[in-house]
């Protein structure tokens, strides 16, 4: 009998190969450094999901319920 072939996926920071399995202690990412690289990113507010603005200001105004 043959083995499957391994699911393969590219890291999302390098664009390295990693391989879909459980001792990928990473994956998706190729390493930690990727890992934390992707992290930063979006710490940063360089990544985003797209959707409705989030003003600051509104942070401060209490929530206003209508009855």
Same mark, same amino acid.
């Given at each position: 009998? =043959? @083995?499957? =072939?391994?699911?393969?996926? @590219?890291c999302?920071?390098? =664009?390295?190969?990693v391989? #879909?399995?459980t001792s +990928?202690?990473?994956?998706p990412f190729? +390493?930690?450094?990727? @890992?934390?690289i992707d992290?930063?990113? #979006?710490? =940063?507010?360089? @990544?985003?999901?797209?959707?409705?603005q989030?003003?600051?200001?509104d942070? $401060?105004?209490? $929530?206003s #319920?209508e009855f």
């Amino acid at each position: 009998m =043959n @083995k499957p =072939n391994p699911t393969k996926v @590219k890291c999302p920071t390098c =664009n390295a190969e990693v391989i #879909w399995q459980t001792s +990928s202690e990473f994956r998706p990412f190729c +390493s930690e450094r990727c @890992k934390l690289i992707d992290l930063g990113e #979006w710490a =940063n507010e360089e @990544k985003y999901i797209a959707g409705q603005q989030h003003l600051q200001e509104d942070e $401060d105004k209490p $929530d206003s #319920w209508e009855f």
